[in-house]
């Protein structure tokens, strides 16, 4: 199922500078495979050695944080969004 | 009502009114608990009241003592009337972008401000104050990211004030900015009974932060690692600046005159009630709209109105 994945500046680089790649996959783990199959070296940005979700990135299905739904294992559909950001301070008032 | 012998007595114990006339489920009501009401105008009232009086129960404070924190204004704003009343010197380290009305309520109770490059946004200010704070060990650093005393403000405060007036509410809403809010409301709340969700609200940042230079500048607040955030939540959701200037809108056809990070938590409550079947859902508006009408956010065109929004810190 085809996913748009929108990237943070940081990791355009690493997508020869586009803001946005459209891979396929069913769950977001399987997004963000095939995003390292299309830009070696993207995904270990995303991801740790051990597969899990690095510390400082959050993904979000559509508006929602994957980390408070089944991280890895959440489902994806056609037409859904995936955007990765970095965590920062929020807004800390 | 009692008189107060003291402005900081009037701090807490902030109204709840029923906003379900906006809900998209008529099975979902929605309850907005006014922290604008406090004295100094924010929920940040109630942190900087606990923040100080901790520090001095644990003998940090003499008299005159100086005071540094970073912040893009609430807090500052808080702490600036807590010093004032109690007679201590505060420096706060302020994002060069964030709106007037926040720089002149700090400087009309003899706040001093630092200032720190606003397109590092809070990140930056945190960085900076943390670096002048090690140059010098004299002045107190009470540092609300990682101090127990920020979330332990909502533990005994705004999370008991909610269960004693909606003791029925099934979903806390709230913005995440230090997470003390989320984190002490909902763990306070979740204690008295578990099946109470917490869903936190927040700002797409990230792509406004050129400061940024690879993600492992990236920062969590300790408290949200040391105190179980990740357990505690049980949803966290995006809402952009349009949408929340389109509640901030829609809250004021109903007479509530609340700040913009109010509107983002009003949208995510309003997303809430889409997707559950029936409950009370409670969300917190951290602040009033005094602050935020040199932005133009009630009058403006809406895509204007977001596009400044996306350049000035409101959260």
Redesign the interface.
Known sequence: MPVEVRL???LRPAAGGAPSATVDGSTVGEVLHSLEAVHPGLAG?VLTDDGSL?????V?LN???V??LDRLDTAVASGDVL?I????????? | MAVSGNVLELIGNTPVVDVSALSPNPSVRLLVKLEGANPGGSVKDRVALSLVEDAERHGMLSPGATLIEPSSGNTGIGLALVCRVKGYHLKVVLPGNVSIERRQLLELWGAEIVESPGSEGSNGAVRMARRVAAEHPEWVFLYQYANPANPLAHYHGTGPEIFRDVPDVTHFVAGLGTSGTLLGVGRYLKEQRAEIEVWAVEPPTGEMIDGLRNLDDGYIPPIFGELGGEKLLDRKTMVGPRDSIEWTRRLADVGIFAGLSTGAAMAGAVRCARQIREGVVVLLSPDGGWKYLSTGAWTGDIDEVAERARKVIYF
């Open positions: 943070p500046t940081l940005q690095h510390r400082f990135v959050n979000y508006d929602d944080d980390r408070y955007s950001l970095p965590a920062v301070a929020g807004g800390a008032q």
